[in-house]
């Protein structure tokens, strides 16, 4: 089984639809983020949390918000979704402390188009 | 704020040759890491390699090595034998070595093409 899931892995919504991605993940790691990639780019952080009571706002938040329900459950909502949020939507996972630092754990991605 | 540029949109190789992906970075920190992934058609993200910027050996993760040159700020990816399972978009990544700092800075990427 994988070790970040995400879901689900495809959705289309219409604007202004409240939209939930969620991932969940087995391999014990304190921090969580949520990225989002357009079309010829990178990836760029929406939100990070170091641990269920510490939660950050990445380079690109507006328009999102986060819920960490869980060590293992790391949740990114659309109040009202509009069609430039049409994006891959990736969770990652790391270890805290020094290895929040090292290698980060993808999920296999959400596809969203906001129409 | 760090910066990860990959100037190479697109990149060919044939089959069994050697190909190298160009990545540089700006950064004013002294302990960082840095990291290829690999985005195939299938959307995952997979780690090809990492080097920590402490170390002056360069990785090497079978047919994968890079060519880290910390004071030109160049990460490279060369990848030898180059084989059709290949083909994919290749991220060049830099994470900080400040355990608060949080976010990994992505390049816009490098789609390889590996013609038979």
């Known amino acids: 089984d994988a070790d970040v899931t995400q879901t689900p892995r495809n959705r289309i919504t219409k604007t202004g639809k409240r939209i939930m991605l969620e991932c969940s993940q087995t391999?014990?790691?304190?921090?969580m983020y949520w990225y989002r990639q357009d079309p010829g780019l990178g990836l760029r952080l929406i939100y990070y949390?170091?641990?269920?009571?510490?939660?950050n706002k990445g380079e690109i938040s507006d328009g999102y918000s986060v819920s960490r329900q869980a060590q293992a459950k790391f949740s990114l909502s659309l109040e009202s979704a509009i069609p430039n949020q049409t994006a891959l939507y990736f969770c990652?996972?790391?270890?805290?402390?020094?290895?929040?630092?090292?290698?980060?754990?993808f999920g296999p991605g959400t596809r969203l188009t906001v129409l | 704020a760090q910066t990860v540029t990959q100037s190479q949109p697109e990149m060919s190789v044939q089959e069994a040759e050697t190909v190298t992906l160009s990545c540089t970075y700006d950064?004013?920190?002294?302990?960082?890491?840095l990291f290829w992934y690999k985005q195939p058609p299938s959307r995952q993200m997979i780690l090809v390699i990492r080097?920590?910027?402490?170390?002056?050996q360069n990785a090497t993760e079978n047919r994968f090595s890079v060519n880290f040159q910390k004071a030109a700020k160049s990460f490279s990816l060369k990848i030898s034998d180059s084989q059709l399972g290949d083909a994919a978009m290749y991220f060049c990544?830099?994470?900080?070595?400040?355990?608060?700092?949080?976010?990994?800075?992505f390049g816009d990427g490098t789609t390889l093409t590996v013609k038979p």
């Open positions: 950064t004013s920190e002294s302990d960082y890491y």
């Open positions: 990652a996972t790391t270890p805290g402390g020094a290895g929040g630092t090292d290698t980060q754990y």
């Open positions: 990544a830099y994470r900080s070595g400040n355990t608060n700092a949080g976010k990994s800075t």
């Open positions: 391999k014990g790691h304190d921090r």
């Open positions: 080097q920590e910027a402490y170390k002056q």
């Open positions: 949390s170091f641990d269920v009571k510490d939660i």
